[in-house]
């Protein structure tokens, strides 16, 4: 459930106020019955994660929380080295988080 950030030289992300890193669920292409493969772009209207790391001012979730967000979640952070935007870890705010997913 952990991102390896030491690749990039960084030892922790911390999240500062009521913001969240979170690691979502990577998008996959879709394949029709016909054959046509739609790119990886807005299939969903939701999409789930986990928070890696929470800033002081968040209250509702811990680290470690399945939770489920809407498409445009925060903002995605994409380090210089990366050949291609890794969608899948985002930063945003703890009122963007739509609900914790209990299993």
């Known amino acids: 459930m ?24 990577p998008i996959e292409e879709k394949l029709t019955k016909g054959g046509v493969i739609l790119p990886a772009l807005h299939h969903e209207e939701f999409r789930i994660g986990f928070i890696l790391a929470k800033g002081d001012g968040v209250e509702s979730f811990e680290v470690g929380n399945k939770i489920l967000v809407g498409w445009t979640f925060g903002e995605s952070i994409h380090f210089p080295d990366q050949d291609i935007l890794d969608d899948t870890l985002r930063v945003g705010t703890q009122s963007e988080i739509w609900a914790k997913i209990e299993e």
Request: net charge positive; hydrophobic share 40%; glycine share 8%.
């Open 2 to 25: 952990s991102k390896d950030f030491e690749l990039h030289g960084i030892k922790t992300i911390k999240p500062v106020g009521k913001k969240v890193l979170v690691e979502l669920n």
